[in-house]
């Protein structure tokens, strides 16, 4: 299972590093709040959706990007060394 560890958790943000091994996942779960990602590494996620559906995301260092609250989903490290990516989460 990826790790969360939790760096700003706040009544505004809640900014979370995810690092993951090869094989973690973060486990089924559907974001609360509208958040942005910021990847540490290039690299590639799986992606499997709440109706089991997959994509691969391709992601670069540094190449945020943003999704409204909703998104449920699981997300599954698909590279062959370990992963990690910044959330932040917009609590208000």
Request: aromatic share 8%; charged share 25%; hydrophobic share 35%.
């Given at each position: 299972?990826?790790?969360?560890?939790?760096?700003?958790?706040?009544?505004?943000?809640?900014?979370?590093?995810?690092?993951?091994?090869?094989g973690?996942?973060?486990?089924?779960?559907?974001?609360?709040?509208?958040?942005i990602?910021?990847?540490?590494?290039?690299?590639?996620?799986?992606?499997?959706?709440?109706?089991?559906?997959?994509?691969?995301?391709?992601?670069?260092?540094?190449g945020?990007?943003?999704?409204?609250?909703?998104?449920?989903?699981?997300?599954?490290?698909?590279?062959?060394?370990?992963?990690?990516?910044?959330?932040i989460?917009?609590?208000?």
């Amino acid at each position: 299972m990826a790790k969360a560890n939790v760096l700003i958790n706040n009544d505004k943000v809640k900014v979370t590093e995810w690092s993951f091994e090869v094989g973690d996942s973060t486990g089924h779960h559907i974001h609360e709040y509208n958040y942005i990602v910021i990847p540490m590494l290039d690299g590639e996620l799986r992606i499997v959706d709440k109706d089991n559906n997959e994509t691969i995301s391709k992601l670069t260092k540094g190449g945020a990007y943003y999704r409204e609250k909703g998104v449920e989903h699981n997300v599954l490290n698909n590279n062959n060394n370990p992963y990690s990516f910044i959330e932040i989460e917009l609590i208000k």
